[in-house]
Structure formats: C-alpha cells, structure tokens
Nanobody
Framework: QVQLVESGGGLVQPGGSLRLSCAAS????????MTWYRQAPGKERELVAV???????RYTDSVKGRFTISRDNAKNMVYLQMNTLKPEDTAVYYC???????WGQGTQVTVSS
C-alpha cells in the first residue's frame, strides 16, 4: 500500500533552516509528481512546492527563493529544504503523492524565537 513518512520538522528560530524528508513506498515513485503542502492552525491546507517526475519544480509565491524541493528517485525520497524561515512558515507540513492523492502523517515546523 502507499506509504508516505515525513521527518525533519522541529523548532527553529526565525532566519534558520530545516530540511524535511519524505520516504515513499508502495508505488512506482518515478511515475508520480510529488508535492509538499502545509496547514497552519485555523487555516486551510495549502500547496507549497511541486516536483514532477521529470524534475520540474514549482513553488507558491510566499516561499520562492527560500524553499527548494528535490527528489531522489533511487531512494524514493522527496525533500524540502527550507531556508530563511519566518514565523508565518509555522505549520504542519505534509508530503503528498500527486496533488492530495495520498498523504503522510505530517511533521510540525515551528518558527519562533
């Protein structure tokens, strides 16, 4: 069955960095676009970053220039490198196959001094 397991969240000060990882299994990884979403308290889940099976990347405007999505097809892994973090980046971050087709359990990112 499809499994997505996120890791790498935590508490970081404003301006800091974190790298999220997502381990995927149960499907042919190279066939799918992979995405990262986030959901802040009281807000709807929003799409943050996309990487297609061909390696094309897209980002929501609020993270452009600060976040980088990548994938390792040999390891069935997706990553989200987050730099220059801001308090408004605080949320639970979710890895997804496609655009919400399957979800991981999420990993909490808190940006606070």
């Amino acid at each position: 069955q499809v499994q997505l397991v996120e890791s790498g969240g935590g508490l970081v000060q404003p301006g800091g960095s974190l790298r999220l990882s997502c381990a995927a299994s149960g499907f042919i990884f190279t066939d799918y676009t992979m995405t990262w979403y986030r959901q802040a308290p009281g807000k709807e889940r929003e799409l943050v970053a996309v990487v297609t099976s061909a390696g094309v990347r897209r980002y929501t405007d609020s993270v452009k220039g600060r976040f980088t999505i990548s994938r390792d097809n040999a390891k069935n892994m997706v990553y989200l490198q987050m730099n220059t973090l801001k308090p408004e980046d605080t949320a639970v971050y979710y890895c997804s196959r496609g655009f919400g087709n399957y979800w991981g359990q999420g990993t909490q990112v808190t940006v606070s001094s």
